[in-house]
């Protein structure tokens, strides 16, 4: 019986489990709604701004915040897989396929064939691929969202309320964002990539000639 006392999980993992799965529910029913999402994030970091302004302090807190935004959003532009590596292993994959393509080649006139082998590569070019993004949209969001509350929740404290010339602060953020996003523009332009998927094949169905009866 004492076993069975000890294994019985208590009120508080209970409690937390329950609390738990109700907040991943309404996370997964929230999930569709991208610009509800975005709504709520941008009124909260109004809230957050507001705060900032108001308090004239806690620079320190909105700087650090201001850094973990632009790298979710480098994050965010950024693919999963990198395109530089994957450049060379396609070059690479090219290389054999050329070398094979010659030695059938070779192959096929010393055995007395005259015609010209008809070896049609595919075109891999012309797929639709979706981009696939390091960080997906959800969790940019989901990051942002709870960087926002902590960063909020500070602001509450004046232990965070560390005295610092806010306009150095600024002018190098300014900066360093500047020099993320050319090197990140550069690196899609280099690459030949867009952040975004477009041009997205729709399934088109047989076209209905028949009459509508309205019941």
């Excluded at 209970?14 to 709520?40: C, G, M, N």
């Excluded at 509450?156 to 602060?169: N, T």
Aim: net charge positive.
């Amino acid at each position: 019986m004492d076993d069975s006392l000890r294994d019985s999980p208590g009120f508080c993992s209970r409690l937390f489990h329950s609390v738990e799965v109700k907040y991943q529910y309404y996370l997964d029913r929230l999930t569709p709604f991208t610009a509800v999402r975005w709504l709520i994030a941008l009124i909260l970091l109004v809230f957050f701004a507001s705060r900032i302004v108001f308090l004239q302090g806690f620079y320190i807190v909105a700087y650090a915040v201001g850094i973990y935004y632009l790298n979710l959003f480098l994050l965010f532009l950024t693919p999963s897989i990198d395109p530089a590596l994957e450049f060379d292993v396609n070059f690479y994959r090219l290389e054999v396929y050329d070398a094979v393509f010659i030695v059938l080649q070779k192959i096929l006139f010393e055995s007395g064939r005259r015609r010209r082998p008809s070896f049609c590569r595919k075109k891999t070019n012309d797929e639709f691929r979706p981009f696939m993004r390091r960080l997906p949209e959800f969790k940019f969001w989901y990051s942002f969202m709870k960087a926002t509350v902590i960063a909020t929740t500070c602001t509450f404290f004046d232990f965070f309320d560390v005295p610092v010339f806010w306009p150095i602060l600024v002018m190098y953020f300014i900066i360093l964002t500047f020099l993320t996003m050319k090197r990140q523009i550069m690196h899609m332009i280099k690459y030949r990539y867009i952040p975004f998927t477009v041009g997205k094949p729709r399934m088109a169905g047989k076209e209905d000639t028949g009459k509508v009866v309205v019941g």
